[in-house]
């Protein structure tokens, strides 16, 4: 389905980069997802593919195993994941979350040591923020990590942790100092191997299920001082900094998310029949997918504006945030109605309608719910808080 208003942030090189990247996809995920989803995670090798392809990292500098690429060839890689529902691959987090974290905080030695590993696909990264006890609100957090002198004696425990199960570096986000609330909060770089480093079981979710998501256990973990992540009691301000590009990710998956669902959907109706004609011929499909088109071109626009303003870095925390939460609940609505018009097939697993849907719940929950997101925008706008 084309968009009303073509889309103008792309140039060639981009393009090219897209079809190489759907090529992957068909190869190399396409064919495994569905066994994916019953393991729960998906195969190692395929991060080493993706790497060796040049499909990880792209953003980052040449010197530290990138390809110095602009940030919206990592958005066609979100793009594409979700216009097949590929949501099993949790290369976004780990090339456009746990990557800029390293290289814009991160030592020398640091950058050196986990970027090309990275890029390359030997190494996965995770950031463990969530706790079951703090999920939206990061200054509720408890895990700590105790200065004892050449290192720090990190305590706690993290849930909902993408990639927690293949992890190789996690930076953790704990209290260095715990009676100064967000600004005693720090971030380490803890290594799979760590003594006292254990990762729990993957979670069996109601979605993205080929998407290992595990519990992460930190008991007396030894981290050296060399693996704090920028400087101490400094992590919360950079949490703020890197939510707008995090928010604005969610924000791109949940209109290609849409728009694919749409796509399907159009598809199914034109060929379905109902009492001998088309489920497509009937006005209130009609009516109901030209809506659904609608609302998905004015979020794609939307989006492309935010997009256009984050390169040019000028994306502010408020316009990011209503772009994640109207793209996310635009996105529930449209899957929604596309399980309806797909009647009971709509809710068999193996119509991508279904795994869409199913998948599609959280976002409105992980990088800050709707509920957050709106008390961000209200702010900006002046509005008292309690």
Known sequence: MRTTIPRTIFNAEHDAFRDAYRRFLEKEVLPHHAAWEEQGYVDREVWRKAGANGFLCSSMPEEYGGIGADR??????????????????????????????????GSEEQKRRYLPAMASGEMVGAIAMTEPAAGSD????????????????????????TNGFHADVVIVVAKTRPDAGAKGTSLLLVERGMPGFEKGQRLHKVGLKAQDTSELFF????????????RENEGFVY?????????????????????AAIDATLAYVQERKVFGNAVASYQNTRFKLAELHAETTIGQVFVD?????????????????????????????????????HGGYGFMWEVMVARAWADARVQRIYGGTTEIMWEVVARSMGLPAR
């Open 138 to 161: 990061l200054q509720g957090i408890r895990a700590t990590a105790l200065d004892k002198g050449d290192h720090y004696l990190l305590n706690g425990s993290k849930t909902f942790i």
């Open 239 to 259: 949490l703020m900094q890197e939510l707008p590009w995090e928010r604005m990710q969610i924000a791109v998956t949940a209109v290609a998310s849409a728009r």
């Open 305 to 341: 504006r935010c997009l256009e303003l984050l390169l040019a870095g000028k994306l502010d925390t408020a316009s990011a945030s209503m772009a994640k939460a109207w793209c996310t609940e635009l996105q529930g609505r449209v899957l929604d109605q596309c399980v309806q018009l």
């Open 219 to 230: 008991n007396d973990v030894k981290v050296p001082k060399t693996h704090l992540l920028g």
């Open 72 to 105: 919206l060839f990592q958005v066609i890689v979100f793009e594409e994941n979700f216009r097949v529902n590929a949501t099993g691959l949790g290369f976004g987090l780990h090339s456009e979350i746990v990557a800029p974290y390293i290289l814009h905080y």
